[in-house]
């Protein structure tokens, strides 16, 4: 079956670092994306992985590996309205999101 | 209008009634979707659309019906709703349902209650 794996909620320090980890297993992979969530709030993209490596956008990286089915979200320099969740979706052999669960990050002062 | 606009914002239905959530987008996307989304879960895919005139079963389209008759509305109607169809219901569009790189744009939401 298709899966998606990605911790229930994690807590950090305004201005510290944080990496959120994604680990799947899908019928066919034509890329990753991560999305934010705010609180009673629309998804809104933040990045799409489709190669290895690490991918930078300001405050926010994302990385990928392909053989390992894995990949993280890197927040730097946290700021309170970082508070979201955090949902990782692979993109299958049928052009379909398959969605993780999200990560709650919890940001604190 | 910009985006994608979603209607109504929340509704408490009876069970056993007919209902259509209506979902609008103005950026000419060919690719459209419906997801539920519910506590602990992901998001999971209802039906979609590659494009006008055609669409799709998702993951769990049990229950649920959805018509493109033009590329900016693809309304989701729930034939006789059910307590399990309680949940938030977001529309998304992208702009192809068949490249890996097109990121989807979505609708606010729609807070679904069925009693």
């Known amino acids: 079956g298709q899966n998606i794996d990605q911790p229930t909620e994690m807590t950090a320090t305004e201005g510290a670092i944080v990496q959120i980890n994604c680990t799947y297993q899908?019928?066919?992979?034509?890329?990753l994306f991560w999305y934010q969530q705010h609180a009673g709030e629309a998804p809104t993209f933040l990045s799409y992985?489709?190669l290895d490596g690490l991918e930078e956008k300001g405050r926010f990286s994302s990385f990928l590996s392909r053989s390992k089915g894995y990949s993280y979200l890197l927040l730097k320099e946290l700021q309170m309205k970082d508070s979201a969740s955090y949902l990782c979706?692979?993109?299958?052999?049928?052009?379909?999101?398959?969605w993780g669960a999200g990560t709650k990050l919890i940001i604190k002062p | 209008i910009a985006g994608i606009t979603q209607a109504p914002t929340s509704q408490i239905l009876a069970a056993g009634r007919r209902m259509t959530l209506r979902c609008t987008q103005d950026?000419?996307?060919?690719?459209m979707y419906w997801y539920r989304q519910d506590l602990g879960l992901g998001l999971r895919l209802i039906h979609y659309?590659?494009?006008?005139?055609?669409?799709g079963k998702g993951e769990v389209p049990d229950g649920y019906s959805v018509s493109r008759a033009n590329t900016d509305d693809f309304p989701l109607t729930l034939a006789s709703a059910v307590p399990s169809q309680t949940s938030v219901y977001f529309c998304?569009?992208?702009?192809?349902?068949?490249?890996?790189?097109?990121?989807?744009?979505f609708g606010p939401g729609t807070r679904l209650t069925v009693l």
């Open positions: 998304a569009s992208s702009l192809t349902g068949t490249s890996g790189s097109n990121e989807q744009f």
């Open positions: 950026m000419r996307h060919n690719a």
């Open positions: 659309s590659n494009t006008a005139g055609t669409t």
């Open positions: 899908t019928s066919g992979f034509n890329g």
């Open positions: 992985n489709v």
């Open positions: 979706a692979v993109m299958d052999s049928n052009y379909q999101l398959i």
